[in-house]
Nanobody, 122 residues
């Protein structure tokens, strides 16, 4: 599967963005999906994940209550709605796919999109 992430941009603190991750080659319903982010000089970290079957979401503590992950299997796309953005959310955001259940560990994911930049100004 090929993943294409988009929707990043520059936003003021308190604002919102919606990231999209479109899949091609295989249907996204085949995979458990995750979003990760990487800020300059930092490790790539888990943000959110959603299960293949029930669409159950999982979140990092730092984004819980502000971000919402969802999937539209008919459109072959996974979304990350980001509200109440903070400067510390600034990072390149990546979507990822795996088979075998959601995971918070980046090394568990088999397929990655190219990343989209999110910059939150104070």
């Amino acid at each position: 599967v090929q993943l294409q992430a988009c929707g990043g941009g520059l936003v003021q603190a308190g604002g919102s963005l919606r990231l999209s991750c479109a899949a091609s080659g295989r249907t996204v319903s085949t995979y458990d999906m995750g979003w990760f982010r990487q800020a300059p000089g930092k490790e790539r970290e888990f943000v959110a994940a959603i299960t293949r079957t029930r669409g159950s979401p999982y979140y990092a503590d730092s984004v819980n209550g502000r971000f919402t992950i969802s999937r539209d299997n008919a459109k072959n796309t996974v979304y990350l709605q980001m509200n109440s953005l903070k400067p510390e959310d600034t990072a390149v955001y990546y979507c990822a796919a795996r088979v075998g259940g959601v995971s918070r560990w980046r090394d568990d994911y088999d397929y990655w999109g190219q990343g989209t930049q999110v910059t939150v100004s104070s």
